[in-house]
T-cell receptor
Framework: GQQLNQSPQSMFIQEGEDVSMNCTSS?????WLWYKQEPGEGPVLLIA?????ELTSNGRLTAQFGITRKDSFLNISASIPSDVGIYFC????????????FGKGITLSVRP | DAGVIQSPRHEVTEMGQEVTLRCKPI?????LFWYRQTMMRGLELLIY????????DSGMPEDRFSAKMPNASFSTLKIQPSEPRDSAVYFC?????????????FGPGTRLTVT
């Protein structure tokens, strides 16, 4: 099936640093979504992107829908300890109805 | 606003027993999704419904799994008989599908352990 690639699997940063995460695919997606999951909880929607080239911010988070429609990135600025969690990208393929394809996620650790 | 509600939050059962997981989607949402999450396979879509009708159940692993959505505010995922390899966290998500918007909102999940 279609895959979204997220790497590396884990990232370790110092509090206050900025971090960028990529999500790539060989297929074209119409929608990109970024989720964060904390231990024992369900994924929480952070940002949704609907147009190629779109750049959207949510507080310290910024995400962009790649021009090629095959990638997206998420930036977190001035990281804080509560940014710890697993960050998933998800996309909706043309003709996939309501289904989303999820990446495997990146586990972010923030050192105080 | 109440989010997606799932029950139980934790379920421990013995192999061979029937397990029923429950989900109440966000009021007004017309699509409902069941996912399974494991370390090995990540987040897998099992089945989803639009307007209470099952649209795609290709992710349901085998006949032991079944899902129903008798009305817009309730869905169940049943495993009968359960096996240890079914141990995972099961999430329900809902969305309002209209005009090309696909934002899904997840419940807190049910952690299933089959011994």
């Amino acid at each position: 099936g279609q895959q979204l690639n997220q790497s590396p699997q884990s990232m370790f940063i110092q509090e206050g640093e900025d971090v960028s995460m990529n999500c790539t695919s060989s297929s074209i997606f119409n929608t990109w979504l970024w989720y964060k999951q904390e231990p024992g909880e369900g994924p929480v929607l952070l940002i949704a992107l609907y147009k190629a080239g779109e750049l959207t911010s949510n507080g310290r988070l910024t995400a962009q829908f790649g021009i090629t429609r095959k990638d997206s990135f998420l930036n977190i600025s001035a990281s804080i300890p509560s940014d710890v969690g697993i960050y998933f990208c998800a996309g909706q393929l043309t003709g996939a109805n309501s289904k989303l394809t999820f990446g495997k996620g990146i586990t972010l650790s923030v050192r105080p | 606003d109440a989010g997606v509600i799932q029950s139980p939050r934790h379920e421990v059962t013995e192999m061979g027993q029937e397990v029923t997981l429950r989900c109440k989607p966000i009021s007004g949402h017309n699509s409902l999704f069941w996912y399974r999450q494991t370390m090995m396979r990540g987040l897998e879509l099992l089945i989803y419904f639009n307007n209470n009708v099952p649209i795609d159940d290709s992710g349901m692993p085998e006949d032991r799994f079944s899902a129903k959505m008798p009305n817009a505010s309730f869905s169940t995922l049943k495993i009968q008989p359960s096996e240890p390899r079914d141990s995972a966290v099961y999430f329900c998500a809902s969305s309002f599908r209209a005009g090309g918007y696909y934002e899904q909102y997840f419940g807190p999940g049910t952690r299933l352990t089959v011994t």
